[in-house]
């Protein structure tokens, strides 16, 4: 057992201040991992506070972690002393029930390990994530990283990108689909690049007029202002999917209307009751609303790989471990574009 530094908080009213915590000795299949850049993600905030009703304290928050190796477990075969990896939302699962053996980890039937939060198999405890100097993760859940990339700027994507990539992916999003993506935050941006990245037509649906001009310079065709009813009924029955990254309740049923018979809006921000769902929205053209959490390890191996083709990467504003409360507080006014990433050699 090592121990490493890290910054966590003793209870959702505590502030994250500089702590000292243990990794486990380095077993055959782990990977151990100095981390380089940490990104800050609204569910970290979510977690600290105990929103969720499952916090454990202390909790060390962060599973956007991009590292160097500096040791390896003697049965490791995939990664060498030197490379640049990175680890996401999971760090194990029992890689035998049929969604691991099908490459859905997130959705392991015996439970998968979260990076942070979840039940420690190996120290007991809980799991404490990639606000810290090390961690020390199974071989099967290490991520290579392109090395083409602006490296601080891939952090994000072990998150936002993967959340958003995954469904795109899922419903076949390609070369000429007219593809909405709802809300520009931290997933919404990601979506946007994807979607243009795909060959879709992107448009950006967004209750702001402010951001219409970041939109199409993040790579939206088009932006619709969502509050006027007249820009959102021109088009209506015309979108083959829509990307809802809106991370609060709110009335779904403007956004259905826009989506062509048998046509899907995945939901992957809201994470809580959704109320008045019209029934005819989804009977009347067969229209379908659905949701989405994160992507398996390989799926995620392929968004990295597919960021590397096409030189995707998060808009991230870069700060110091010691503003990391200052940054939770702008976060949820979000006052950030797009994603704050936490540079590791600050603690």
């Not at 936002?160 to 931290?186: E, F």
């Not at 503003?323 to 797009?338: M, T």
Request: with cysteine; net charge negative.
């Amino acid at each position: 057992m090592k121990e490493v530094k890290a910054y966590g908080a003793q209870d959702k009213d505590a502030p994250l201040k500089e702590m000292n915590i243990n990794r486990r000795d380095l077993l055959d299949n782990d990977v151990s991992i100095d981390i380089m850049y940490c990104g800050v993600c609204h569910s970290d905030i979510h977690a600290k506070l105990n929103d969720w009703g499952n916090a454990k304290y202390p909790i060390v928050p962060g599973h956007e972690i991009i590292g160097k190796v500096t040791a390896i477990g003697s049965n490791v075969s995939k990664y060498q002393v030197g490379d640049l990896v990175g680890v996401g939302c999971m760090v194990d699962s029992c890689q035998e029930c049929s969604a691991c053996k099908e490459d859905q980890e997130m959705w392991c039937e015996n439970g998968s390990t979260s990076t942070y939060n979840s039940k420690d198999p190996h120290l007991g405890g809980h799991t404490l994530g990639g606000y810290s100097k090390v961690i020390v993760v199974r071989e099967e859940f290490v991520l290579k990283v392109p090395t083409n990339l602006d490296t601080k700027a891939v952090a994000p994507l072990l998150c936002a990108g993967i959340t958003t990539y995954s469904p795109l992916k899922h419903w076949n999003v390609k070369k000429g689909d007219k593809v909405g993506i709802v809300g520009l935050g931290g997933l919404g941006h990601m979506g946007i690049k994807f979607a243009a990245a795909m060959g879709a037509e992107t448009v950006m649906i967004t209750t702001s007029e402010e951001k219409a001009k970041d939109a199409k310079r993040l790579g939206a065709n088009q932006v619709i202002i969502s509050k006027d009813e007249n820009q959102m009924k021109e088009h209506n029955d015309s979108f083959d999917f829509i990307l809802n990254t809106i991370p609060v309740g709110h009335d779904v049923n403007p956004y259905l209307a826009l989506l062509k018979r048998d046509c899907t809006m995945c939901l992957v921000g809201a994470i809580e009751p959704l109320e008045n769902v019209h029934g005819a929205n989804l009977i009347l053209r067969r229209k379908k609303l659905a949701g989405s959490l994160i992507g398996g390890i390989k799926e995620t191996q392929e968004m990295l790989d597919f960021c590397g083709e096409h030189n995707i990467t998060s808009d991230i504003e870069m700060i110091d471990m010691q503003d990391i409360n200052n940054a939770f507080e702008r976060v949820q006014k979000n006052d950030v574009k797009y994603r704050f990433v936490i540079d590791m050699e600050t603690l």
